[in-house]
Nanobody
């Protein structure tokens, strides 16, 4: 069973937009209080991009994407999304959705806090 499956990646020009989606299995969606998007560029460490707490009331973003990316979740369709706008070449990388427990009602953008990961979807922003 695939618990997390991403889609929506592709190649866009600088300034363009993309919307990533992650379908979450019903069993994981029920118990995961924290969901997030991470990304990893070649030869760089995995970086937390955005997170959302169960219920959707609390979100968090890395400084590098704040104001450009929006994370959201659709409880009816068990889907996590990432709307990305004003893309720049530095946004290029493999994007992963992840799920795990929240701590004190928040989701830290730390990969060690997430035990479930998707396979990733590639985003390439050309200059």
């Amino acid at each position: 069973q695939v618990d997390l499956e991403e889609s929506g990646g592709g190649t866009v020009e600088t300034g363009g937009s993309l919307r990533l989606s992650c379908v979450v299995s019903w069993s994981l969606y029920r118990r995961a209080s924290c969901m997030a998007w991470f990304r990893q560029a070649p030869e760089k460490e995995r970086e937390g991009v955005a997170s959302i707490v169960y219920g959707g009331a609390v979100t968090d973003y890395s400084d590098s994407v704040k104001g450009r990316f929006t994370i959201s979740k659709d409880d009816d369709n068990k889907t996590l999304s990432l709307q990305m706008s004003s893309l720049i070449p530095e946004d290029t990388g493999m994007y992963y959705c992840a799920a795990g427990p929240s701590v004190a009602g928040r989701c830290a953008l730390d990969s060690e806090g997430f035990g479930h990961w998707g396979q990733g979807t590639q985003v390439t922003v050309s200059s």
